[in-house]
């Protein structure tokens, strides 16, 4: 039977609605087994003929996913400069609720950063928190570049000159900025967020299977090519890997309690303030290696 045998998901389907609940404590990591289980139940939406729309949220209050896994980032090859052929398996796993034709959802209710936002970037809408939502892409001050969409998704989103606030200023985003930049659909009021998201879900979830799907799939015809972007983005993503810089940086990161509850929840300036000493005193010219 599908939608069985999750450990860090748990899914509900009601009236043609797909609700996905995140729960991976301590902070919802996007660890390897986290990525595993969003890839299996795309797959396994992306099938289902009586899902028409897929709701995205989190069983903690505080953070929807915080980021990926650096402890992964650095275990990946740092020698592989050749551009990919192929889409890589998160580059294919998010793209995936981006594709689907179903219409998918982020209800964001805490911190998104890196690629917990890049997986949010990826779903057909999102709605905000007011309060309580944290978004942004701090990769670059760790020395590499977020490689898992972010870079295409963004200046799609929000224009070319605000993606690059975003990914080069790596700073929290607020859910009232984020919307105002369009990096999300609307922000509202917390004890608002829930049954707007639902109604909305239902509402569409009410309409003909075959026109969501059409619909959407003339709305992506209509974007810019991404995959060609996803491929580039990668090659880009690779390069960093290898520099003394990111090596330095990530390992300042973890050192300073990177992906501990205490440290995740403060802001980005604080967490990268508490993680960074050791990586600002390398000399400046392991910026350009």
């Known amino acids: 039977m599908a939608f069985e045998g999750y450990e860090l998901l748990k899914i509900k389907i009601d009236r043609g609605v797909a609700f996905v609940t995140i729960d991976n404590p301590p902070i919802n990591l996007f660890d390897l087994p986290l990525m595993l289980e969003m890839d299996r139940v795309g797959r396994e939406l992306e099938a289902d003929n009586d899902v028409r729309v897929v709701v995205f949220n989190s069983a903690d209050p505080d953070f929807f996913i915080a980021h990926a896994d650096v402890t992964l980032i650095e275990q990946l090859p740092a020698d592989n400069h050749e551009r990919p052929t192929e889409l890589s398996v998160f580059h294919a796993m998010v793209d995936r609720f981006r594709t ?31 309060g309580k939502t944290v978004l942004a892409q701090p990769e670059v001050a760790l020395g590499i570049i977020p490689g898992g969409s972010g870079t ?30 369009g990096y999300v659909n609307r922000a509202m009021p917390p004890d608002e967020l829930r049954p707007f998201v639902e109604r909305l879900a ?19 015809g209509g974007e810019p090519p991404v995959v060609d972007g996803l491929l580039g983005e990668a090659q880009c993503f690779n390069a960093t890997l ?41 000399q400046d010219a392991t910026d350009d290696d």
């Open 100 to 130: 689907m034709s179903k219409a998918t959802i982020g209800q964001i209710e805490g911190i998104a950063r890196g690629g917990g936002s890049e997986f949010l970037l990826s779903l057909d809408m999102r709605f905000a928190a007011l």
């Open 242 to 282: 290898g520099t003394d810089a990111a090596r330095t940086r990530m390992r300042a990161f973890m050192q300073g309690g990177g992906q501990t509850r205490d440290v995740e929840l403060r802001s980005l300036d604080s967490l990268l303030e508490s993680s960074g000493g050791a990586a600002r005193q390398t």
């Open 152 to 181: 295409q998704r963004l200046p799609r989103l929000v224009g070319r000159g605000r993606a690059l606030e975003i990914i080069l200023g790596c700073e929290d985003f607020t859910a009232e900025l984020a919307e105002r930049y």
């Open 202 to 220: 239902f509402r569409i979830a009410g309409f003909p299977a075959t026109a969501i799907a059409e619909a959407k799939r003339a709305t992506i």
